[in-house]
């Protein structure tokens, strides 16, 4: 059990700190509403990753190509989408340090949304995870248990500390973090075209 719960570790830690999609967001999110209400959405791998590994595991290794360009191109609809929210919150700047209920929920659910739209985690069920964790599980049930309760506390854990870290710019001032919020609008704007257009070529060229 020890070697899956290292192995496990291993690959969240790895896959925590890989920059993409939901780290993107991250930085959108603790820019517009602040890191305490942005933390949720450090659990938003627990909540998209069920479907996804229960739909690898059904039928590893037999995704047709296709359907995971066709994720990569909705994905980048939704991170075009939260490109524009970030940008209209630079245009029109809003006193984040007041209480916005329902702001949590709302957060983790987009968090989410990112991420099962986020076709790395498909390819990492199916190339990594899911056959690391059939092999563990017919080792014995609990060490595929344990590899999968590693991975995801340490990715947890890792989204949580990059969501504190990126908080320290709310101590910066109010022109500095409609820049960030400017950023953050780039950098998803950037990702969700390349995504998009590697979507559409790949669909195209099947």
Do not use: C
Not at 84 to 107: A, E, M
Not at 137 to 142: A, C, D, L, Q, T
Not at 149 to 176: C, D, E, K, S
């Amino acid at each position: 059990m020890l070697e899956y719960l290292i192995l496990g570790t291993g690959l969240g830690l790895t896959a925590g700190i890989q920059p993409g999609p939901l780290q993107a967001y991250f930085l959108s999110s603790v820019a517009k509403r602040g890191w305490l209400r942005t933390l949720p959405a450090a659990l938003a791998p627990l909540l998209s990753d069920g479907p996804i590994a229960l739909l690898i595991l059904f039928a590893l290794n037999r995704v047709p190509a296709t359907a995971t360009q066709f994720l990569r191109a909705a994905g980048g609809i939704l991170l075009l989408y939260l490109a524009w929210s970030s940008f209209r919150q630079w245009l029109h700047p809003v006193d984040d340090t007041q209480p916005q209920d329902g702001k949590t929920p709302s957060t983790l659910l987009q968090a989410a949304a990112v991420n099962i739209l986020n076709p790395s985690s498909y390819l990492g069920w199916s190339l990594v995870l899911g056959p690391t964790f059939l092999k563990a599980w017919h080792e014995s049930p609990g060490n595929g248990v344990a590899l999968v309760a590693a991975f995801y506390a340490t990715m947890v854990l890792v989204n949580a500390t990059l969501i504190v870290l990126l908080g320290t710019t709310r101590f910066l001032g109010p022109g500095a973090r409609r820049a960030l919020v400017l950023v953050s609008a780039i950098v998803l704007a950037a990702l969700g075209a390349y995504q998009l257009v590697s979507g559409l070529q790949g669909l195209t060229a099947a």
